[in-house]
């Protein structure tokens, strides 16, 4: 056991990342807890679970408007890393006021012409909700309310990035959790309202409970030692450090738009396909069975940039080191997943009522399958975007885009389930984990003898 604990908590690397997966485990908990106790509480908020459907597919599909930031976050994390070891408070700086131009730039772009374009569209037709249940009207109201939310997020949001690049990833999952219980707290305490009244109030609830807490992270973090006198100026605006955070995120952006069309398109596949009525179904599985992936992801957030650093430190060794440790535990989170598989109904059962839903074990195994998967890929995304090694990620992720659309168009004209969005993921989502496995693992192998990592091959 000593030994264990000198290989991997031994250095100061090892410290600080264990401090920030312990407090987001912590708070992160606390997370878990009020999401679990979110979606009965929005079961009988609604009443309906066609209108709870549509709430849920709406946000599923404006939050793709937060990856559309070109990977100004990502490529701006990345770069901070080796200017705040520097300590360049210049360099510092011009990244971060170059990055919240750009941002802010994209923000009012597509705000002004999506706010144009939306009262022409049909939202009733695209979520698949009668105008007798919610009215066109209603449906536009949540829709701008709902997109300004992701809007504000979306430039806000920037300062997470320069939280991971200062590995206090704790603070975003505190954020996080500030955020869920604000939204828990008024669904509980809000009085009774007419269905679409529900809808207009919770959208507008909603703005401030996740933009709030975005706003007061922005500026304490400018107040901190590290970041002090670095305050984003348009002084300080530099084409050279815009051009390279946006050449690095690059490739971010596209494999972020490519890993949200493979994975947050399921609800609205199911909505438009199947029909909102079994999205909750579909998010009880999900829930459940997306509990390992994340925790998991606690451990991996401050991976990312801990893995940057050391690259900049060069010191290969340890993330070697933690690639076989993290490739260990996804081993025990795949075994605990299928032991979750016999308990699901006894579960659900005390979670949302006797049988409120019958639990298919065949679809059990595939979420455990699912959830395994998405564990794996998640700590081989980690280590691939820490080194800045995304290329192979972006061939996977682009054919797997154009395979999930032609596999559901097809099956689904031959079987109706959603079950086969799950699947689909699942297909897509192995070869791409078998193949960057070896990537690494031949990386990994290559040292040369002061420890750097060769990673020109």
């Known amino acids: ?97 170059s990055a919240y131009f750009v941002i802010g730039a994209i923000t009012v772009i597509v705000s002004t012409i999506c706010i144009f374009v939306f009262q022409y569209i049909n939202w009733n037709s695209i979520f698949n909700i009668s105008e007798e249940l919610v009215s066109a009207e209603t449906m536009y109201f949540v829709i701008i309310f709902a997109f300004i939310t992701v809007m504000l997020q979306f430039f806000l949001r920037l300062i997470s990035f320069i939280l991971y690049a200062l590995q206090k990833s704790a603070i975003n999952n505190f954020m996080a959790l500030i955020t869920s219980v604000l939204q828990l707290t008024f669904i ?65 952006f596209w494999n972020q738009i490519m890993y949200t069309a493979i994975i947050q398109t399921n609800l609205i596949l199911i909505t438009n396909l199947i029909g909102p009525g079994s999205i909750v179904e579909y998010q009880v599985y999900y829930k ?107 061939y996977f992720y682009t054919i797997g885009v154009i395979f999930k659309f032609v596999f559901i168009n097809y099956i689904t004209s031959i079987y109706t389930d959603w079950i086969i969005m799950v699947i689909a993921d699942i297909i897509i989502l192995a070869p791409y984990c078998i193949v960057q496995t070896l990537v690494l693992k031949r990386m990994f192998s290559k040292f040369t003898t002061n420890s750097e990592l060769k990673l020109n091959v």
């Open 1 to 97: 056991m000593k030994n264990l604990f000198q290989k991997y908590f031994s250095n100061e690397k090892d410290k600080v990342v264990i401090k920030n997966i312990l407090a987001a485990f912590f708070i992160k908990g606390g997370a878990l807890l009020v999401s679990f106790i979110n979606l009965p509480a929005f079961i009988r908020y609604f009443d309906n679970e066609e209108v709870l459907g549509v709430w849920f597919a709406i946000f599923s599909v404006l939050i793709w408007i937060l990856t559309f930031d070109f990977g100004i976050g990502n490529g701006l994390r990345n770069k901070l890393v080796g200017a705040v070891l520097r300590n360049d408070k210049t360099e510092i700086r011009q990244n971060i006021s």
């Open 288 to 394: 459940l069975f997306m509990i390992a992936g994340m925790l998991f992801n606690l451990a991996l957030t401050p991976m990312w940039s801990a893995i940057t650093k050391a690259l900049e430190e060069k010191d290969g060794k340890w993330i070697a080191k933690y690639f076989g440790l993290l490739n260990k535990l996804v081993i025990i989170v795949t075994i605990a997943q299928f032991l979750l598989v016999p308990l699901v109904q006894y579960i659900v059962n005390l979670w949302l009522g006797q049988n409120y839903i019958n639990i298919n074990y065949l679809y059990a195994i595939v979420f455990a399958i699912f959830g395994s998967i998405f564990v794996f890929q998640n700590v081989l995304s980690t280590f691939a975007c820490g080194l800045g090694k995304m290329k192979l990620q972006a």
């Open 188 to 252: 509980l305490i809000a009085p009774s309202f007419e269905l679409e009244t529900s809808l207009k109030v919770l959208s507008i609830v909603y703005l401030l409970c996740v933009n709030l807490p975005l706003l007061v992270a922005t500026i304490y973090v400018f107040t901190t030692p590290e970041l002090k006198g670095c305050f984003p100026s348009i002084n300080y605006i530099n084409r050279e450090s815009a051009r390279d955070i946006m050449s690095l995120g690059g490739i971010f």
